[in-house]
């Protein structure tokens, strides 16, 4: 599981550091607080997408023997990308899986379609682009809406209004059954074209059973 929460959640670590630093308050059991950092974090993650720094100001965040405490903190891209680098790395196998299974060289990719809001991170753009030996991915979609736009085009392709669009289905996972010893027995191999069928003859594997 990786995802833009556990770039924003990156974000809401380093706030709480900060701000116990510099208060001497620690509010990563406040609820609250915490709610307010995560929706901090995620609005300066996007700021960051298309800025060098973020300002992320949070008046009111906490209480003290001296009253109110406020956050006043200044993310700059290179901290935040610093802090991710490892998530980043996160990515980079199972892109390259998908390489292998689907037996294509990364030369003959025609195009690379970015999905999901996180994508607009610059250093994911960059990653992208680096193991795709340079080539820079599509823009032509808002990654926002590409999912609702693939869905939309099968809806019309379901209901016969589309012709053009061919989409071939695969199974996501290995299909089998359990045999002896506790071995499962694949009948259909991932990422096969469906619909599909397979069978193989089994023999019992003791007497009177």
Do not use: C
């Not at 869905?151 to 996972?173: H, S």
Request: glycine residues 8%.
């Amino acid at each position: 599981r990786l995802g833009g929460d556990d770039w924003d959640q990156r974000i809401v670590d380093h706030l709480i550091k900060k701000f116990k630093e510099t208060t001497g308050v620690d509010v990563s059991k406040d609820k609250i607080a915490k709610q307010r950092l995560k929706e901090a974090a995620e609005q300066a993650k996007k700021e960051l997408s298309s800025s060098m720094s973020a300002s992320i100001q949070l008046p009111y965040l906490s209480l003290t023997e001296n009253g109110p405490a406020n956050l006043d903190e200044t993310l700059t891209r290179a901290q935040f990308e610093k802090m991710t680098e490892d998530l980043l790395d996160r990515t980079k196998k199972p892109f390259q899986d998908v390489i292998r299974e689907a037996g294509v060289k990364v030369e003959d990719i025609a195009h690379v379609v970015l999905v999901g809001g996180s994508t607009r991170m610059p250093a994911v753009y960059e990653l992208v682009k680096a193991e795709t030996g340079g080539k820079d991915p599509n823009k032509g979609v808002n990654p926002d809406e590409v999912v609702a736009v693939g869905a939309a085009l099968q809806a019309g392709v379901l209901k016969g209004e589309r012709k053009d669009v061919l989409l071939i289905d695969v199974t996501p996972l290995s299909l089998g059954i359990e045999t002896k010893g506790g071995i499962m027995t694949r009948l259909i191999e991932r990422n096969t074209a469906i619909p599909t069928k397979r069978s193989e003859t089994f023999t019992t594997a003791d007497d009177n059973q």
